[in-house]
């Protein structure tokens, strides 16, 4: 008969980490082993020695004859044998939060805390290599086996490894499925000498094995290789399969108890590492959707996704993963944007850049203007129309046509109102704005303000800038000063004017949820905006234009092009204009989209 006492001892010296988990399998009934045909082929099973081990020490305790208890009495083991496995629970994050990290295994970390808030069993996958473009194979392979079991995903090997062991004890995870086993990038060489690079032979193969020694729960090996087809893609039946026994070979879990109502927002292109941090997401139950460059604005894919998600409400529990969403109030802010569901035209919600616009210029009912007055409303759509489709050719990006309208127009007469600014009534544009919305136009009011200020005339056609698909353009040619009259002078602006016509319009767009607006400044000498240095191209809810005036002959319209661009502040884009009476030549729509840098805002007067 076996001494217990020393059979218990050596147990302990062989293995003294598992003994947390020792003694919370004591009670538990020896199962069935798996079916040969069922069983993963590199899967470790420690558990079934663990099990062997404690059948031995039950058997040398049954050589005691201690006494059996009465029915009256429960005992420790009764409980444990009786007590329901543990089950994983998704979080749900307050309000809006962003993961700003861009190291996979602290991203990792990082979506474990935020989308649990338990889970028994975890998936545990080394980190890519440093030139891999994505999570690679284990990664991929280690969020389908999350998604498909309702566990967070870990990454070892990075930045976040001493932390990991904490993440385990918190979530109070008993069992992880480790991904592993071939090199990411191909077989290793057998023999170090066979390496044409001597860290390639010193790195060898991922060491899933040295991995799950390194975990204090009890683990099962899952090589990528046993579950991707021949295109590297997850073979589902396969992964089914091989994710059974793995289980088999874990303490048994509950089924996940899945969280409602949670957005996560990846950005694959920006951050790779995302996939995974997005795979335990979807895992915990929160809605996943990808908005490229961190702006759930950006496509109409993601603003509809979100609309569906949100149902047109303020985002409640929403997590942006990396680095790319910016802080949670900005995140806040694009998404309740997002959740509108309202687009522009050419879709999403961003202005600039990813479209492309080409624009009749004018004002109604004035044909020396520009071409936008020579028509009525209907046939000025459709005109806008035509001349936008001859650039689609030239192109990827969507073409949207353009209305820019003068709504207040200099005036060589002074006025009642004494501003040398003729303000058109917003009944005889509005119908202009109105028909763009229906036919997927966008409209941009031109000011040419006189002796008065921008942003007072901008503050007066108000419920017009309010609309989705209506920018702004401010023309400093037209700016006068105090004792100034058009036409004998050029005029200009002073930077910090413009800027509180841009404070306003942003302030406006968060106020009201609105899409990115358009904010144009019409110049063709530098001395037209003073300090444009200090121009603000950085408020999200803007895409700022400098659009270059200039007209005549085509070499000094390219030296107009290169002095606008001379010293211009970072985070513009550029508008080019075609005069169908004062070019010399007038550039084709080809020519035009030849000009360098390509321009993003294209009018014709």
């Known amino acids: 008969m076996p001494d217990v006492t020393a059979a218990g001892a050596a147990l302990r010296s062989r293995s003294g980490r598992r003994l947390a988990t020792i003694d919370r399998m004591v009670a538990r009934p020896v199962v069935p082993s798996v079916p040969a045909a069922r069983r993963a082929p590199r899967a470790r099973r420690r558990p079934v020695a663990l099990l062997a081990a404690l059948a031995l020490v039950g058997a040398a305790?049954?050589?005691?004859?201690?006494?059996?208890?009465?029915?009256?009495?429960?005992?420790?083991?009764?409980?444990?044998?009786?007590?329901?496995?543990?089950?994983?629970?998704?979080?749900?994050?307050?309000?809006?939060?962003?993961?700003?990290?861009?190291?996979?295994?602290?991203?990792?970390?990082?979506?474990?805390?935020?989308?649990?808030?338990?889970?028994?069993?975890?998936v545990v996958t080394p980190a890519p290599s440093d030139d891999a473009d994505g999570p690679g194979r284990s990664g991929a392979v280690a969020g389908a086996i999350a998604e498909q079991v309702g566990?967070?995903?870990?990454?070892?090997?990075?930045?976040?490894?001493?932390?990991?062991?904490?993440?385990?004890?918190?979530?109070?995870?008993?069992?992880?499925?480790?991904?592993?086993?071939?090199?990411?990038?191909?077989?290793?060489?057998?023999?170090?000498?066979?390496?044409?690079?001597?860290?390639?032979?010193?790195?060898?193969?991922?060491?899933?094995?040295a991995t799950a020694d390194a975990l204090a729960v009890e683990t099962a090996l899952l090589d990528p290789a046993d579950v991707l087809d021949d295109d590297g893609a997850v073979d589902d039946d396969a992964l089914t399969t091989a994710v059974a026994d793995a289980r088999d070979a874990l303490p048994a879990v509950a089924d996940p108890e899945t969280s409602t109502g949670v957005l996560a927002l990846t950005d694959l292109a920006t951050t790779p590492a995302g996939t995974v941090a997005g795979a335990t997401a979807r895992a915990s139950g929160a809605t996943v959707l990808d908005?490229?460059?961190?702006?759930?604005?950006?496509?109409?894919?993601?603003?509809?996704?979100?609309?569906?998600?949100?149902?047109?409400?303020?985002?409640?529990?929403?997590v942006g993963i990396g680095p790319s969403f910016g802080s949670p109030d900005d995140l806040a802010r694009s998404?309740?944007?997002?959740?509108?569901?309202?687009?522009?035209?050419?879709?999403?919600?961003?202005?600039?850049?990813?479209?492309?616009?080409?624009?009749?210029?004018?004002?109604?009912?004035?044909?020396?203007?520009?071409?936008l007055g020579e028509q009525d409303v209907p046939e000025t759509i459709e005109r806008a129309k035509r001349l936008a489709a001859q650039y689609e050719k030239l192109t990827d990006e969507p073409v949207v046509p353009t209305l820019e309208i003068i709504t207040t127009v200099a005036s060589g007469a002074a006025g009642d109102d004494g501003n040398y600014s003729n303000e058109r009534s917003a009944?005889?544009?509005?119908?202009?704005?109105?028909?763009?919305?229906?036919?997927?136009?966008?409209?941009?009011?031109?000011?040419?303000?006189?002796?008065?200020?921008?942003?007072?005339?901008?503050?007066?056609?108000?419920?017009?800038?309010?609309?989705?698909?209506?920018?702004?353009?401010?023309?400093?040619?037209?700016?006068?000063?105090?004792?100034?009259?058009?036409?004998?002078?050029?005029?200009?602006?002073?930077?910090?004017?413009?800027?509180?016509?841009g404070d306003h319009l942003a302030e406006l767009v968060r106020e009201h949820d609105l899409p990115q607006k358009i904010f144009l400044l019409h110049q063709f000498r530098p001395s037209m905006v003073a300090d444009r240095e200090r121009l603000d191209t950085g408020r999200p809810e803007l895409a700022t234009v400098v659009h270059a005036d200039g007209q005549g002959g085509q070499e000094a319209k390219a030296a107009t092009w290169r002095a606008l661009h001379r010293d211009a502040p970072a985070g513009l884009f550029w508008g080019w204009k075609n005069f169908y009476d004062e070019d010399s030549p007038m550039l084709t729509p080809a020519q035009t989209w030849d000009v360098e840098p390509t321009p993003d805002f294209v009018s014709y007067q």
């Open 151 to 209: 566990a967070p995903v870990l990454v070892t090997g990075g930045a976040a490894d001493a932390d990991v062991p904490a993440e385990l004890e918190r979530l109070g995870a008993v069992g992880a499925i480790v991904v592993g086993g071939a090199r990411e990038d191909g077989p290793a060489p057998s023999d170090p000498a066979e390496a044409s690079d001597p860290a390639e032979a010193s790195a060898g193969p991922s060491d899933a094995a």
């Open 291 to 318: 908005a490229p460059g961190g702006d759930p604005r950006g496509t109409s894919e993601t603003v509809l996704g979100v609309h569906d998600v949100l149902g047109g409400e303020a985002p409640a529990s929403t």
């Open 61 to 122: 305790a049954g050589c005691t004859a201690a006494p059996e208890p009465s029915p009256s009495t429960t005992t420790a083991a009764d409980d444990a044998t009786t007590a329901a496995p543990p089950a994983a629970r998704g979080a749900v994050p307050d309000g809006v939060t962003t993961l700003d990290e861009d190291d996979p295994s602290r991203l990792a970390l990082a979506a474990s805390r935020t989308f649990f808030d338990a889970a028994p069993l975890v």
């Open 427 to 501: 009944d005889l544009v509005r119908p202009y704005v109105e028909a763009a919305r229906d036919e997927g136009v966008y409209v941009v009011l031109d000011f040419q303000p006189g002796r008065t200020d921008f942003l007072t005339q901008v503050r007066a056609y108000e419920d017009l800038v309010l609309e989705p698909h209506v920018g702004v353009a401010l023309d400093p040619e037209w700016r006068l000063g105090p004792d100034e009259v058009h036409l004998e002078q050029i005029g200009s602006v002073d930077v910090d004017e413009v800027n509180a016509v």
């Open 335 to 371: 998404t309740a944007t997002a959740a509108t569901g309202v687009e522009l035209p050419g879709g999403g919600q961003l202005a600039l850049p990813g479209k492309r616009y080409v624009a009749l210029y004018g004002s109604p009912g004035a044909p020396s203007l520009g071409v």
